[in-house]
């Protein structure tokens, strides 16, 4: 069963941090260029960062310089490292492949509120 499992989400105070986990339980996305993409109450799920095979990783400018991506394909997690949070990060947080469409199988994501 494919399966995408998201943790590490919660409720904090601008400028705070938090480290979110996405595991490939089922191995199947090793192959995969994987990303993180965010959903805000009433609005599309956007891109948040990307991990290529290349080893290039694609910030959005909106978080660029204050979260960081990386990846353990031996474990198979992708782990997106936020620092200095603010209010507009507030979403629910998913992982999947790079790129990936409305179609594709998600997983149930993860909350991260931030407040001011």
């Known amino acids: 069963q494919v399966q995408l499992v998201e943790s590490g989400g919660g409720s904090v105070q601008a400028g705070e941090s938090l480290n979110l986990s996405c595991v490939d339980s089922?191995?199947?996305?090793?192959?995969?260029?994987m990303a993180w993409y965010r959903q805000a109450p009433g609005k599309q799920r956007d891109l948040v960062a990307a991990?290529?095979?290349?080893?290039?990783?694609i910030y959005d400018d909106y978080v660029k310089g204050r979260f960081i991506l990386s990846r353990d394909k031996a474990k198979g997690t992708l782990t997106l490292q936020m620092n200095n949070l603010k209010p507009e990060d507030t979403a629910v947080y998913y992982c999947?492949?790079?790129?990936?469409?409305?179609?594709?199988?998600w997983g149930q994501g993860t909350q991260v509120t931030v407040s001011s």
């Open positions: 089922g191995g199947f996305y090793s192959g995969n260029d």
């Open positions: 991990l290529t095979s290349f080893g290039v990783t």
């Open positions: 999947n492949k790079y790129p990936a469409f409305k179609y594709n199988d």
